[in-house]
């Protein structure tokens, strides 16, 4: 009889040997029993040391043929054992190491809990000033249309301010958006999300041949009234780009995709709305006008600015212009039908 998985660990990789490390470090240094848990890396094909450099983890490697993140979520899903799995990217850190620990005891208070977040983001001290933005809000539309803050000082905060706690324990907060008119935006496909892999592949088995519906697993189990755990003082240290230029590369690679309905696109914003208000669907409409105003834009940048203390958010303005003139350019290519290849995200 095979030694018994509680948790299966599933991390995408590309070329991503400059982070990994601290990854995997982090993981292996849990507080929870090594034994009963796995480490899946799914590797789209690295020609750096990546692979190398995973192998010293213990960690079972599988082959991503097609490359592309939503390719490499779906054979980690489906060759995870664990009752449970963590989703993380090649560059995020569990910071502390009672990390999983805590959010199994979560996980297990409650039989409506089916996921837990952490924390949140938080910036490295010596990386790249544009991650505390990165890290906040992902992009500027994500910012225009939810403006939830994904950062670790801010999200409990947020969520508790803006939606009501459903219940606070010592050292988790319970949430219910069942009855919520406009949903958060939650990804639980990164950042050291844990979900409940045995009850979602019973109950949404649809998510086998539709593998852009992981990251979309919390509006799945929202719909169903299950309730989602917050870890307290539990941050994920994120190590997203190391310069602006990298950013705007992920913001294009962003608009790309849902613009021309890929299985990240559908994984992302275009699949998000299916389980949104009909007022959000609409206000998306208006992140061209909010960011070629220039007043409202820039009325936000110097409200982050004063609250965040850090002058990177006065990028805010130039984002929203730079991302509203992609939106309008590649809607253009996709309106006259002008052939265009989609390179890889960030690429």
């Known amino acids: 009889m095979g030694k018994i998985i509680d948790i299966s660990f599933l991390i995408p990789t590309f070329n991503s040997d400059k982070t990994i490390v601290r990854t995997l470090t982090s993981i292996r240094q849990q507080s929870y029993p090594q034994e009963k848990i ?4 799914i590797d789209g094909g690295s ?21 592309d993140i939503m390719a490499a979520e779906a054979i980690g899903y489906s060759k995870a054992k664990g009752r449970y ?10 910071e502390k190491r009672h990390s999983i620990e805590l959010k199994y005891k979560a996980i297990q208070s409650n039989p409506l809990i089916k996921a837990v977040l952490p924390s949140g983001y938080k910036t490295p001290k010596d990386y790249s000033p544009i991650n505390y933005y990165i890290n ?51 990804e639980l496909w990164a950042g050291g999300c844990m979900v409940d892999l045995e009850y979602v592949k019973s109950n949404f088995p649809q998510i086998k041949n539709k593998p852009e519906l992981i990251p979309l697993i919390f509006y799945l189990l929202n719909n169903k009234g299950l309730l989602l755990a917050v870890t307290k003082n539990d941050p994920t240290v994120h190590y997203s780009v190391n310069s602006v230029g990298k950013y705007l590369k992920k913001i294009r ?17 275009s699949g998000r709305e299916n389980f949104e208000s009909s007022f959000s669907r609409v206000k998306k409409f208006l992140f061209i006008p909010y960011s070629y105003s220039l007043v409202f834009p820039l009325i936000d940048s110097v409200y982050l600015t004063l609250t965040r203390k850090k002058l990177i958010y006065l990028l805010h303005l130039p984002l929203c212009l730079y991302t509203a ?23």
């Open 325 to 347: 003139s992609l939106i309008i350019y590649y809607y253009l290519l996709k309106l006259f039908r002008i052939e265009h290849a989609i390179k890889l995200y960030g690429h």
């Open 136 to 186: 906040e809000f992902g992009d500027p539309f994500s910012y225009f249309m939810y403006r939830d803050s994904k950062g670790y000082e801010y999200l409990a905060r947020d969520l508790e301010k803006k939606y009501g706690v459903f219940y606070k324990y010592k050292d988790y907060l319970i949430f219910s958006f069942s009855k919520s008119k406009q949903l958060p935006l939650i």
């Open 253 to 269: 690679s962003r608009i790309e995709y849902n613009i021309y309905l890929t299985p990240m696109g559908k994984g992302g914003f």
């Open 85 to 94: 799995v963590v989703f993380i990217a090649p560059d995020e850190v569990l």
């Open 38 to 41: 796995e480490i899946l890396l």
């Open 47 to 67: 020609t750096d040391q990546t692979i190398q450099l995973a192998r010293r983890f213990n960690c079972k490697i599988f082959k991503n043929l097609k490359t």
